[in-house]
């Protein structure tokens, strides 16, 4: 991420079901967090359906292609599938996720809900836009 969150976070890892298209995202402050984050997700999935994950899709990155991570996932085995380097077009899927997360996120920050000190957010205030007002609400069943 180009900015840090609050809690001072720059990285974010994503995975995705590819059968359901659940998505799991998580902030990390460092990259080493990936397989952290991969052991909760196998256990969760386990805990959840009984089942486990049965391939990896990723990338070529380190995080993912590092003797920690190998190790477990032979251990649990899981088939690592990578795709070939500089290919963002075999992980399609996930590279339209993360531009999406990215997106939200960035709205997110600009257009906050509203704070104590106004009643509008900045995106109300700057299109002189109005909401819903509970007081211009009918009743039709009486």
């Not at 998505?23 to 402050?29: C, G, K, S, Y």
């Not at 990896?56 to 190790?71: F, H």
């Not at 251990?75 to 290919?87: C, G, N, R, V």
């Amino acid at each position: 991420m180009p900015h840090p969150s609050l809690g001072g976070a720059r990285y974010f890892v994503v995975f995705k079901d590819e059968f359901s298209s659940w998505t799991v995202v998580n902030i990390m402050n460092a990259k080493s967090e990936v397989l952290g984050n991969l052991k909760t997700l196998h256990a969760l999935f386990k805990n959840q359906n009984g089942s486990s994950i049965k391939i990896l899709r990723s990338d070529q990155g380190i995080v993912y292609v590092n003797a920690p991570t190998k190790e477990w996932n032979e251990k649990m085995d899981i088939l690592h599938e990578m795709s070939a380097p500089y290919t963002a077009e075999q992980n399609g899927t996930s590279e339209r996720s993360n531009r999406t997360i990215m997106e939200s996120a960035l709205s997110i920050m600009t257009f906050r809900i509203p704070s104590r000190q106004k009643s509008e957010t900045p995106y109300q205030i700057f299109l002189s836009l109005k909401f819903w007002d509970p007081k211009h609400t009918f009743t039709f069943l009486t």
